[in-house]
């Protein structure tokens, strides 16, 4: 069974630039979450996104921005991009939000420049 | 109010011996689950164990196994036979339920833990 695929898994981006990345989440699961993780503020929630709907969202601009299809892959988006934005994006699948498990894929790490 | 508090920032341990990660949580739901994650300095995020706030046993997988105090609000993580692979950035979690209004998790800031040869 595969696991969370995320892509890219580096990327480079210049400020003011936009960026997408990718997740697909395990075959079955319905539940996708975004979280930011940098040394300074830690990991940190973005969105959660169930049935193609976005069911909560963290404390981030809105410059950050997601959806979900209807096969559960997701991609987030993030405009108008910052020095601060460098950080790892980590994705978790759950088969439904409130279940026991939440799997991460392996991150895709965002260079600004 | 921080929610998560991993109060360890670093350990060594010697190859072989138990380890046990503290964490500690805050919250006012009666309803939630408690996560321990493992990553290693290739960045992915290793789901490890979990605790359901309703489970009366403690959660054991294999080496891990999650010492509950309920009343205390803690949740540490304990790692029998630690190996090389050990070695990693460990995390704390915390999932709060809001019904239709989803889900998230909520991280302690990680204790990184280095297995001694």
């Known amino acids: 069974k595969a696991g969370v695929t995320q892509t890219p898994r580096y990327l480079i981006k210049t400020r003011g630039q936009q960026v997408t990345l990718s997740c697909s989440p395990i075959?079955?699961?319905?539940?996708v979450s975004w979280y930011q993780q940098t040394p300074g503020q830690g990991l940190q929630f973005l969105f959660e996104?169930?049935?193609?709907?976005?069911?909560n969202k963290g404390n981030f601009p809105g410059r950050f921005s997601g959806r979900q299809f209807s096969n559960s892959r997701s991609e987030m988006n993030v405009s108008t991009l910052e020095l601060g934005d460098s950080a790892l994006y980590l994705c978790?699948?759950?088969?439904?939000?409130?279940?026991?498990?939440?799997?991460f894929g392996q991150g895709t790490r965002l260079t600004v420049v | 109010a921080q929610k998560i508090t991993q109060t360890q920032p670093g350990m060594f341990v010697q190859e072989k011996e138990a380890v046990t990660l503290d964490c500690t949580y805050d919250?006012?739901?009666?309803?939630?689950?408690l996560f321990w994650y493992k990553q290693p300095s290739s960045g992915e995020m290793i789901f490890l164990i979990y605790?359901?706030?309703?489970?009366?046993q403690n959660a054991t997988e294999g080496r891990y196994s999650l010492n509950f105090q309920k009343a205390r609000k803690s949740a540490n993580l304990v790692i029998s036979a630690s190996q090389l692979g050990d070695s990693a950035m460990y995390f704390c979690?915390?999932?709060?339920?809001?019904?239709?209004?989803?889900?998230?998790?909520?991280f302690g800031g990680g204790t990184r833990v280095l297995v001694k040869p």
């Open positions: 919250t006012s739901d009666p309803s939630y689950g």
């Open positions: 075959s079955g699961h319905r539940s």
């Open positions: 979690a915390m999932r709060e339920s809001y019904g239709a209004a989803g889900n998230k998790l909520t």
């Open positions: 605790q359901g706030s309703y489970d009366q």
């Open positions: 978790a699948s759950s088969h439904i939000p409130e279940n026991t498990e939440a799997f």
């Open positions: 996104y169930f049935s193609e709907t976005q069911r």
